[in-house]
């Protein structure tokens, strides 16, 4: 029997887990219900498990044979602040929150997996099924890795996945690099000194600072990064004052930043507090920036992202694989664990749906035999048993 048959005898069991997962989706940090389930499922199947790592995470631990390799398989588990709007049996039990990013779906997959080789311990060595809560830039990834993750259950390789809608089921892409953006939110105070409004004279106008810094901005991108590494720098947010013949002691500036490496969002960090500073010393107030890294770049390991392949390739074949799929500005904060360990990344097909984070999104169960199969199969070729 295919992988692929083999998990399909759990579909029905892993459907109703998922849209249990679905009517009760909880936000990230705080997923305690979702935790516990997991928790009981892999217990359920003789597996080792380790509750509260890292907040509300979950390591599952399954060991067969001789073998001391490791390989470290991740799921996603937070739902996020909206509210439903598909008319579906197991449509959202919690007002204002939804799983509107299919991460029950990858929740689920995981278990799936975990069910298929508990079961049949068809590989050598030592599998870690981390359940990770809080992905939605709520700092679950950081959270696991400051509770000592790869201190306590040590990998050679890790292994996460996404959900893509548009991509048709049964299909995959990847690509070897920079795979997802890395993110950071920034927050620019410039304070100057208040006045009547009719007195300029009296003021360091903290506002037209702000403008002026607003637009100088713009250039961190276009004159100080090299064209051939994308990058993002968007002004989102500018506040100021309260009444019209007032002009105020301070203003804000805040926005997001993208890049696809370290080395550039250290250039645009270093870009931001240079003008902002400057800036407002040419009007005689001052800035202090405010610089949030909240996703590392996802840079998938070039043999990571091989492996992973060619397992997606034994479940469907390879023309149903894209090997060089174009990055996105997305951001995903798998990228943390995967600056630790080699790792790589995947896209599954999740067919036709409203895109992720839009209120009418919807994970298809269809697609769990596919990320079920390829968590096992890249666990099963990347631990491949020896004839003992
Ligand atoms: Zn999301
Ligand atoms: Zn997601």
């Not at 009760?24 to 705080?30: A, F, K, Q």
């Not at 090997?323 to 896209?347: L, N």
Request: net charge negative; glycine share 12%; with cysteine.
């Amino acid at each position: 029997m295919s992988l692929l048959d083999a998990i399909r005898r759990y579909h029905p069991e892993l459907t109703a887990i998922r849209q249990d997962l679905h009517a009760h989706p909880e936000l990230g940090m705080t997923e305690h219900r979702t935790a516990a389930l997991v928790a009981e499922k892999l217990e359920s199947w003789g597996i080792e498990v380790h509750r509260g790592v890292g907040g509300t995470g979950v390591v599952g631990v399954l060991r067969a044979g001789r073998g001391n390799r490791a390989i470290g398989l991740r799921a996603d588990m937070d739902a996020l602040p909206l509210e439903e709007l598909n008319d579906v049996p197991y449509r959202s039990t919690a007002p204002g929150r939804m799983h509107a990013c299919g991460h029950d779906g990858h929740t689920t997959m995981l278990l799936g997996a975990a069910r298929h080789l508990a079961e049949t311990k068809n590989f050598d060595g030592i599998v870690h099924f981390i359940f990770q809560p809080g992905e939605e830039g709520c700092g679950g990834a950081l959270a696991m890795l400051e509770d000592g993750l790869f201190e306590r259950f040590p990998c050679d390789a890790i292994y996460g996945m996404h959900n893509r809608p548009g991509m048709p089921i049964g299909e995959y892409g990847i690509r070897p690099g920079p795979t997802a953006a890395g993110g950071a939110f920034f927050d620019i105070t410039v304070t100057g000194k208040g006045s009547h409004g009719a007195r300029p004279e009296a003021s360091i106008d903290p506002v037209l600072t702000a403008c002026h810094i607003a637009t100088a901005l713009q250039s961190i991108v276009s004159r100080t990064v090299n064209p051939r590494d994308p990058a993002v720098v968007s002004v989102t947010k500018v506040q100021g004052g309260e009444a019209y013949n007032v002009i105020p002691e301070t203003a804000t500036i805040a926005g997001t930043a993208r890049f696809f490496s370290r080395e550039v969002a250290g250039q645009i960090e270093a870009g931001l507090a240079r003008m902002a500073e400057g800036v407002a010393a040419g009007f005689g107030a001052t800035a202090r920036l405010d610089w949030r890294l909240i996703f590392a770049p996802t840079v998938n390991d070039p043999e990571q992202t091989e492996a992973y392949a060619a397992a997606a390739a034994a479940l469907v074949g390879e023309a149903k694989v894209a090997r060089d799929k174009p990055p996105g500005m997305g951001s995903e904060d798998f990228s943390f664990m995967m600056e630790k360990v080699p790792g790589a990344y995947i896209h599954v097909g999740n067919g036709d749906s409203a895109s992720v984070h839009n209120p009418r999104y919807q994970f298809n169960d269809a697609a769990i035999p596919y990320g079920a199969a390829l968590y096992a199969q890249v666990v099963e070729q990347g631990l491949k048993r020896g004839d003992r």
